[in-house]
Each structure stands twice: as structure tokens, then as C-alpha cells.
């Protein structure tokens, strides 16, 4: 095979080949090996990296959940895909996915996702949050420390580890109270603990926690900071008007970033500045030009979701997000509220989904360079939950990319692969394998129909899997074959920052 076979096409470059292009294009040229029986190949499909911006047809081999060859040549292989008229793209890494169950990763893994993380709400026991998905996974896992869960454990002895136990009356009272000093004390100690143990990230729900401070939230970048941990942040308010708005909020963890250094990275950007999203994208790039290492997130939807119990609906909600009862959902049936019902359902708690986000926001967060695609998928715990968590990528794939061409397919794919790892890898040097197709690469693999994907999860209809993810490999096993979950296998593998004492 000879250097001519090897035409990538680089995105950015202008009338040269970057350093790292090069080496891909040399590397691959020299990949196959003669008498090689791979694991799987995977043969004559569309091969796109977003590391390189390599598009071309090529066939992949991957043995020891290793992509090993990338050749025009063919390939011998124990099990063969054709992928002839589909894509081959990295996995997709989802920041941003609650639901941290078998039920969830699923779904996740017909929407071609092959790394769930649960980076914004997190744990309160690190150590034994990834000891529960051990040997148990479809598809790789990871979690934060979360300092909402680890704030309600401090300081009420209570575990706030999921969606249901943070909106407890005991749980929601100390999130409406502001720490004392020893307990801020030992929120610290709490959050190194679990930074220690291999946390991916330092999650915050600020918008959660009204009693925490400035300064609390000041002292929690300084120990993310310490231990080069992002954090993902949902911001204190979302309002549609000044001085309590998105932007003012996206200032304060720009203020704490800038102060401590640490990484920041901005959940859900659309839901946080609603009509103002296009300007509170235009801070986050003015704050990066100025040196400041700060990312955000959307999901291609334009409802929101969350606990109805929570500090999100304390007094004033309507006018601060600019809606009122009949755009809100229970969850379990799909019904309007009412003033009645909204009063009856808070005192229950439980999921509502929120109709806020206007359609314009979430076409410019797609089409910003600075955006990321995470889910912030949730528990399936009832019948009318939102759709993000079933359908986020192939929706960005089938409707935003080929329908409405509001970005072209290997930006999407850098948002759902590359951006991602590329947000961890300092923290977690094992993503810098994740989230391209280049050899030694970790072979989480999706293979999908580019005319055909689309998700299928709606409102109406939530629990519904995407269509035209065809081959989904996770570590190198396939979890999706001909657009089928594979039963009882579980590859998935713990996505960890290295472990300290």
C-alpha cells in the first residue's frame, strides 16, 4: 500500500497538512498486516475522524478493543460488518446522562452512544458508584463528585446520590441553607476524597443549591482547580430578565474560573439562556480568547426537564423563566398543570418537562463552534419522561444535520466525539483514545445510515429507540448489530481519572 491510496481530507488547514494529519496518513498507510485475522473488521464504509477531518472509504481492523488497521487493502477478520453507504464514526461520548442504569444504557447504545457519563448532578461515593457498574455495563460509564449530592450529605447525614433522594423535604431544606464553616470544611475534605478516588469531574448544580454562597461556590473551583478537575456546572438562574438572568450567572463562574483556574464547563447552555443564548455564547468565546479554559453543552431539543420539588420552581419561577403552568408535564402521564396540580405535584415531587427553550436558541447553540451535544438524559422512571435521553444524537444527526443542514455532519460528530474527550483527557489521560478513528484508538465504534438516522423518541412517545444506528462497538464488541442490541454481553468499562491517596 503506498501513500497515494491516502487522500484526507483536512478540515481547517489551510495549504498544508497539520503535524498531527500527517502522522495519521502515515500511520495508516503502514497499518495492515500481512497473515492478520482482527477481532472484527469492519469493511468499505465512510470512515470520518474528527481529529484529522479524514473522510474516505476504508476498511477498519480491531483486535483487543484496539482500532489496529485502517486500509484501502482488505482485511481478514473472526466477524466481518459491512458498512458499504454507511459512516464509521468514533463512539459518542454523552457528558451529560443521569440515568446511569442498564434500562438507559440501551437506549443510549441505539443512539449510538458508547460512553455515558454522569458529570453534572455526580455522587457522593465515588468508589462505590463505579463498584456498582462493574461487570454489569452495556456501554463505558463515569461520574463526578457531585457537590450537590456531597453539600446534602455533610450536612444532613442523609445520601443524595440520585435524582429522588436531592429532593427530599430534609434534602431540599439544607439546599436552601447556607453551609457553616465547619460544614463548608467538610464539604471540602469530602469533595477531595472523591476527586482522589478517580472522579472524571467536580459536577455542581448551582441553580439547586440557592443557600450556597459565593464563596462556597468560590472554594469548590479552588479544590476542582487542585486536582485539574472540569467542572460542569449548571448555572444559579435562567431568567428572561436583568439583573437575575443567564448571563448574570455565566459571569459568576467565569469570575470563579478566572480566579482559581480551573476548567469550566457550562451544562446545557439553551435551557441557561433561553432568548439569550446567543449572547451568553458570545461571553464564553470572549472569556476563552482571554485565556480562560471554559466549554458548554446543548441537547437538540427545545423542553427542559427536572424535578418539580426543587429549587428551580421556588417562588417566582414564571416570571424568571417566562412561562407558566400549561408548558409544564408530569412525567408520568403527560398532562398539563394546572395552578392546582402544579401545588399537589410539588408537595410529591417528580419529574415535569418544561417547554422554555425557543427553537432559534437551540439552532445557534448547534451551530456554534463552541458547543458540545450531551443529553442530560434522566432515570426512566415513568412513561411521559423527556425524549433527550432516548433520542439526542440521532436527532442532531437525522433532523439537524440532514433536514434542517443547520451544521454538516463532521461538526456534529466533533461535538459528540472528539470535543468531549478532548474536555477530559487532562484530567483522564485514557480519553485521549476516545473519540477518534486512528490506530491504537479505543475501538467504541458507531457505524450509522447517514440518510436514514433519525430519532424516534418523542413527547408523546419517549420510549422509543433511534433509527439507523447500525453497528455499535464498544472496547471492540459489538452491542448493536444490524440496528439490534445484542443481548447479555456487557464491554462497557469504567471511564476514570487515575486513582491518588
Given at each position: 500500500?503506498?501513500?497515494?491510496?491516502?487522500?484526507?481530507?483536512?478540515?481547517?488547514?489551510?495549504?498544508?497538512?497539520?503535524?498531527?494529519?500527517?502522522?495519521?496518513?502515515?500511520?495508516?498507510?503502514?497499518?495492515?498486516?500481512?497473515?492478520?485475522?482482527?477481532d472484527?473488521?469492519?469493511?468499505?464504509?465512510?470512515?470520518?475522524?474528527?481529529?484529522?477531518?479524514?473522510d474516505?472509504?476504508?476498511?477498519?481492523?480491531?483486535?483487543?478493543?484496539?482500532?489496529?488497521?485502517?486500509?484501502?487493502?482488505?482485511l481478514?477478520?473472526?466477524?466481518?460488518?459491512?458498512?458499504?453507504?454507511?459512516?464509521?464514526?468514533?463512539?459518542?461520548?454523552?457528558?451529560?446522562?443521569?440515568?446511569?442504569?442498564?434500562?438507559?444504557y440501551?437506549?443510549?447504545?441505539?443512539?449510538?452512544?458508547?460512553?455515558?457519563?454522569?458529570?453534572?448532578?455526580?455522587?457522593?461515593?465515588?468508589?462505590?458508584?463505579?463498584?456498582?457498574?462493574?461487570?454489569?455495563?452495556?456501554?463505558?460509564?463515569?461520574?463526578?463528585?457531585?457537590?450537590i449530592?456531597?453539600?446534602?450529605?455533610?450536612?444532613?447525614g442523609?445520601?443524595?446520590?440520585?435524582?429522588?433522594?436531592?429532593?427530599?423535604?430534609?434534602?431540599e431544606?439544607?439546599?436552601?441553607?447556607?453551609?457553616?464553616?465547619?460544614?463548608?470544611?467538610?464539604?471540602?475534605?469530602?469533595?477531595?476524597?472523591?476527586?482522589?478516588?478517580?472522579?472524571?469531574?467536580?459536577?455542581?448544580?448551582?441553580?439547586?443549591?440557592?443557600?450556597?454562597?459565593?464563596?462556597?461556590?468560590?472554594?469548590?473551583?479552588?479544590?476542582?482547580?487542585?486536582?485539574?478537575?472540569?467542572?460542569?456546572?449548571?448555572?444559579?438562574?435562567?431568567?428572561?430578565?436583568?439583573?437575575?438572568?443567564?448571563?448574570?450567572?455565566?459571569?459568576?463562574?467565569?469570575?470563579?474560573?478566572?480566579?482559581?483556574?480551573?476548567?469550566?464547563?457550562?451544562?446545557?447552555?439553551?435551557?441557561?439562556?433561553?432568548?439569550?443564548?446567543?449572547?451568553?455564547?458570545?461571553?464564553?468565546?470572549?472569556?476563552?480568547?482571554?485565556?480562560?479554559?471554559?466549554?458548554?453543552e446543548?441537547y437538540?431539543?427545545?423542553?427542559?426537564?427536572?424535578?418539580?420539588?426543587?429549587?428551580?420552581?421556588?417562588?417566582?419561577?414564571?416570571?424568571r423563566?417566562?412561562?407558566?403552568?400549561?408548558?409544564?408535564?408530569?412525567?408520568?402521564?403527560?398532562?398539563?398543570?394546572?395552578?392546582?396540580?402544579?401545588?399537589?405535584?410539588?408537595?410529591?415531587?417528580?419529574?415535569?418537562?418544561i417547554?422554555?427553550?425557543?427553537?432559534?436558541?437551540?439552532?445557534a447553540?448547534?451551530?456554534?463552534?463552541?458547543?458540545?451535544?450531551?443529553?442530560?438524559?434522566?432515570?426512566?422512571?415513568?412513561?411521559?419522561?423527556?425524549?433527550?435521553?432516548?433520542?439526542?444524537?440521532?436527532?442532531?444527526?437525522?433532523?439537524?444535520?440532514?433536514?434542517?443542514?443547520?451544521?454538516?455532519?463532521?461538526?456534529?460528530?466533533?461535538?459528540?466525539?472528539l470535543?468531549?474527550?478532548?474536555?477530559?483527557e487532562k484530567?483522564?489521560?485514557?480519553?485521549?483514545?476516545?473519540?477518534?478513528?486512528?490506530?491504537?484508538?479505543?475501538?467504541?465504534?458507531?457505524?450509522?445510515?447517514?440518510s436514514?438516522?433519525?430519532?424516534?423518541?418523542?413527547?408523546?412517545?419517549?420510549?422509543?429507540?433511534?433509527?439507523?444506528?447500525?453497528?455499535?462497538?464498544?472496547?471492540?464488541?459489538?452491542?448493536?448489530?444490524?440496528?439490534?442490541?445484542?443481548?447479555?454481553?456487557?464491554?462497557?468499562?469504567?471511564?476514570?481519572?487515575?486513582?491518588?491517596?
Amino acid at each position: 500500500m503506498t501513500f497515494k491510496y491516502m487522500q484526507p481530507r483536512l478540515v481547517g488547514v489551510k495549504n498544508t497538512l497539520s503535524a498531527l494529519a500527517l502522522l495519521w496518513l502515515l500511520t495508516c498507510a503502514c497499518a495492515p498486516v500481512y497473515g492478520q485475522v482482527y477481532d472484527v473488521v469492519i469493511s468499505h464504509g465512510r470512515v470520518m475522524d474528527p481529529e484529522s477531518g479524514f473522510d474516505a472509504v476504508r476498511n477498519v481492523g480491531i483486535a483487543s478493543g484496539k482500532i489496529r488497521a485502517i486500509s484501502t487493502s482488505a482485511l481478514v477478520g473472526k466477524e466481518t460488518i459491512n458498512a458499504r453507504g454507511l459512516v464509521v464514526a468514533p463512539g459518542f461520548i454523552d457528558l451529560h446522562e443521569h440515568g446511569q442504569e442498564d434500562a438507559n444504557y440501551r437506549f443510549q447504545a441505539r443512539d449510538g452512544v458508547t460512553t455515558s457519563l454522569e458529570l453534572e448532578l455526580g455522587t457522593d461515593d465515588v468508589e462505590k458508584w463505579y463498584a456498582a457498574r462493574h461487570g454489569t455495563s452495556l456501554i463505558n460509564y463515569g461520574v463526578s463528585a457531585g457537590h450537590i449530592p456531597m453539600r446534602i450529605r455533610v450536612m444532613t447525614g442523609q445520601a443524595g446520590t440520585s435524582l429522588t433522594t436531592m429532593n427530599t423535604a430534609v434534602a431540599e431544606a439544607a439546599n436552601h441553607r447556607e453551609a457553616t464553616a465547619e460544614e463548608l470544611n467538610r464539604l471540602r475534605a469530602t469533595m477531595e476524597a472523591g476527586l482522589k478516588q478517580g472522579a472524571l469531574a467536580e459536577g455542581m448544580g448551582i441553580n439547586y443549591t440557592p443557600g450556597a454562597s459565593h464563596w462556597e461556590i468560590l472554594e469548590m473551583f479552588r479544590v476542582a482547580a487542585k486536582y485539574h478537575a472540569p467542572l460542569q456546572v449548571h448555572l444559579r438562574y435562567h431568567s428572561l430578565r436583568e439583573p437575575e438572568s443567564g448571563i448574570a450567572a455565566l459571569e459568576e463562574v467565569i469570575a470563579a474560573a478566572a480566579a482559581t483556574g480551573a476548567q469550566l464547563h457550562v451544562a446545557h447552555i439553551t435551557s441557561m439562556g433561553l432568548k439569550y443564548t446567543p449572547q451568553m455564547l458570545q461571553v464564553i468565546a470572549g472569556a476563552r480568547q482571554r485565556g480562560l479554559d471554559i466549554t458548554t453543552e446543548c441537547y437538540p431539543y427545545t423542553a427542559a426537564s427536572t424535578n418539580l420539588n426543587s429549587a428551580v420552581f421556588d417562588d417566582g419561577w414564571q416570571g424568571r423563566y417566562g412561562i407558566t403552568y400549561k408548558d409544564l408535564q408530569w412525567s408520568e402521564n403527560g398532562e398539563q398543570l394546572t395552578p392546582e396540580t402544579f401545588a399537589s405535584y410539588r408537595k410529591q415531587g417528580g419529574l415535569v418537562v418544561i417547554h422554555e427553550i425557543p427553537a432559534e436558541a437551540v439552532r445557534a447553540a448547534l451551530a456554534s463552534p463552541l458547543v458540545m451535544i450531551a443529553s442530560d438524559g434522566l432515570p426512566i422512571t415513568g412513561a411521559k419522561i423527556h425524549p433527550r435521553g432516548q433520542g439526542t444524537f440521532a436527532r442532531v444527526l437525522g433532523h439537524y444535520v440532514r433536514e434542517e443542514k443547520t451544521l454538516d455532519l463532521m461538526t456534529a460528530l466533533r461535538k459528540m466525539t472528539l470535543m468531549p474527550a478532548q474536555m477530559l483527557e487532562k484530567r483522564a489521560p485514557a480519553f485521549a483514545d476516545k473519540g477518534r478513528i486512528r490506530l491504537g484508538a479505543d475501538a467504541d465504534v458507531t457505524v450509522f445510515d447517514p440518510s436514514r438516522v433519525i430519532d424516534k423518541a418523542t413527547y408523546e412517545e419517549p420510549l422509543r429507540y433511534s433509527e439507523g444506528i447500525q453497528f455499535v462497538l464498544v472496547n471492540g464488541v459489538p452491542v448493536v448489530r444490524d440496528g439490534q442490541l445484542v443481548e447479555r454481553i456487557y464491554p462497557g468499562r469504567a471511564a476514570r481519572a487515575p486513582i491518588s491517596h
